[in-house]
């Protein structure tokens, strides 16, 4: 009997020893993910118009299922949209080009790279391009992203908003803790700025900047909507080329390296805390 009952603490241990392994798996995944603008594969935004549709390609998330996406979509120059309703509320920042976004019989008001607007659920509009090369970010809380007729309208109690690039108000390293690194600043776009709040922020670089950003939040994306930056970290092997349209996240805390010869604009989405330094 003796022999019995040391064999069975030794099967029991053995037995745990899977069991025990597993977190050790889980904190190899990688917290960090990274998309090229480059390596983006396009598709249609409403795919029953085919090419009369914009293109459309899911940075993050899925739009045709019930979760938050950030996209990119782009319009050919004279693109009009007809009126039309979304069943879910978008905020859009443009990259390139010139768009309007508004009801249907209002006087075109053409937003430049850097403008922001937000188009409620059931809001009548249209959109329009009027450049050579247009192309948005597109963000969604929840989907599917779906387009609909304007027979179909209704109130959800949100109102619109078309902030042009030249109205943004932007606030320095000497206003903001979480910006240090000399020729930084920052414009809030929606949301609440507070750590486990989602919010939206335009971060913009200086040239010739090289620095960290350290996030620590459950979520972490950001585009590149003007510029270009040359991006590391410990994740990655050697440095990654992101031009404008390009898209990087983590989850935790989790450094990300930038440097930009010319500067630029970032797009911030985090539900946590995040610090801009230099070298």
């Not at 782009?74 to 080009?97: D, L, Q």
């Not at 979520?219 to 080329?241: H, P």
């Amino acid at each position: 009997m003796q022999q019995t009952t040391r064999l069975i603490p030794l099967a029991l241990a053995l037995l745990a020893a899977p069991m025990l392994a597993a977190p050790l798996l889980a904190a190899d995944e990688p917290r960090s993910e990274v998309v090229a603008a480059d390596d983006i594969q396009w598709g249609y935004l409403n795919p029953l118009r085919g090419k009369l549709s914009p293109g459309a390609a899911d940075l993050w998330g899925d739009r045709t299922t019930d979760s938050a996406t950030g996209m990119l979509v782009r319009f050919n120059k004279g693109f009009a949209s007809p009126p039309h309703i979304h069943n879910i509320t978008y905020r859009g920042v443009v990259i390139e080009g010139l768009m309007h976004n508004d009801d249907p019989d209002a006087r075109r008001m053409w937003m430049p790279k850097g403008s922001f607007w937000t188009q409620p659920a059931g809001e009548d509009h249209i959109t329009a391009a009027n450049a050579e090369h247009n192309l948005i970010y597109l963000e969604i809380d929840s989907g599917p992203y779906l387009v609909q007729p304007s027979s179909e309208q209704f109130d959800n109690g949100e109102r619109p908003l078309n902030l042009h690039a030249n109205n943004l108000v932007w606030v320095d390293q000497a206003q903001r803790p979480e910006l240090d690194a000399e020729g930084t600043a920052l414009a809030e776009l929606w949301g609440d700025p507070s750590p486990g709040a989602m919010g939206g922020t335009l971060i913009r670089l200086p040239a010739g900047f090289q620095g960290r950003l350290v996030a620590d939040a459950e979520e972490f994306r950001a585009v590149v909507i003007q510029g270009s930056l040359s991006y590391r970290s410990a994740e990655r092997d050697g440095a990654s080329a992101l031009g404008a349209g390009s898209y990087f996240g983590s989850r935790g805390a989790f450094e990300h390296q930038l440097a930009s010869e010319q500067g630029g604009l970032i797009y911030l989405r985090t539900d946590g805390t995040y610090r801009l330094s230099s070298n």
